[in-house]
């Protein structure tokens, strides 16, 4: 069940597109949701530190923080007729530890929902998704930047490679898919499989135990950009949502986005629920 959710505020942005998805899938599930605004403390080094910095960095300070408490404003007004139980924070952070912060946070929670990042733009929001996703232990709702719509599951998209990585975002969108009026399992492949098998079959049935309406889609294509033929797929079909494995690792800090991961998260078009 989904009854404690936290979702990032975009801070520098006209209107919080994560915020108001979030809104509508804690609606959904009548669930609690958190929202987090970060006020960045900027940082000077110190063979830069004279008065004039000092003035510098409190100006910064001051803009991230004014920033920060519109974006809360904005959160605010927008769930005010949601009769939602909401709260908001404003975090402090420095030294880019705003990622790590996050991911420290979702834990505590069911579900973290953030906006993608714009391609071609320098973000820290592709930072927070990936310590969210390889970090926090919790799935992650990434909200396409040009989203306009609410939580909708007319079709849902689940993306199946047998691995425990799906495995993992599949038991953890079942929420999520208990409301989807369709379910198409979706494998992609280099070749079609033997004439004896049904690829996926086995969690098709798994999925309509949990009296789900399944349905089977094997794709194969030789040259397996995976990320382009999930998204021309679900364009095709007209999805709502997707649902796959977060594919990557993290090393000393850094996180290293498995080919799929990264083109779905460069690309997206569609809510897409990641667990890593």
Not at 1 to 14: F, P, W
Request: glycine share 8%; with cysteine; charged share 20%.
């Amino acid at each position: 069940m989904l009854k404690d959710l936290i979702v990032n505020l975009d801070v520098h942005a006209s209107q919080n597109i994560a915020a108001e998805f979030a809104i509508s899938v804690a609606r959904t599930f009548q669930a609690h949701l958190s929202a987090v605004g970060f006020a960045y403390e900027p940082t000077i080094p110190g063979s830069l530190f004279d008065h004039g910095a000092v003035e510098l960095i409190e100006r910064q300070r001051q803009r991230w923080e004014t920033a920060a408490r519109a974006a809360i404003g904005r959160f605010e007004e927008a769930a005010r007729g949601s009769a939602l139980s909401v709260e908001s924070h404003l975090v402090k952070s420095g030294n880019g530890r705003d990622a790590e912060t996050f991911a420290c946070l979702a834990r505590r929670f069911d579900l973290a929902v953030l906006t993608q990042a714009e391609p071609e733009k320098a973000s820290a929001r592709a930072l927070i998704i990936e310590a969210a996703l390889f970090d926090s232990g919790r799935p992650v709702l990434v909200v396409p930047y040009v989203q306009r719509e609410g939580l909708k599951l007319g079709r849902v998209i689940v993306c199946w490679d047998g691995s425990r990585t799906a495995a993992r975002a599949l038991g953890d969108a079942m929420p999520f898919l208990e409301r989807a009026q369709n379910v198409q399992v979706v494998i992609v492949a280099s070749e079609p499989g033997k004439s004896d098998e049904i690829p996926g079959a086995d969690i098709a049935h798994h999925l309509a135990r949990h009296r789900l309406k399944v349905e089977l889609k094997q794709i194969v294509v030789r040259d397996l950009d995976v990320a382009s033929t999930i998204l021309s797929h679900a364009a095709d079909a007209g999805a709502d949502f997707i649902v796959m494995g977060g594919y990557g690792h993290s090393r000393l800090r850094e996180f290293v986005l498995g080919g799929a991961t990264r083109g779905i998260l460069g690309a997206m078009t569609v809510p897409t629920l990641m667990s890593h």
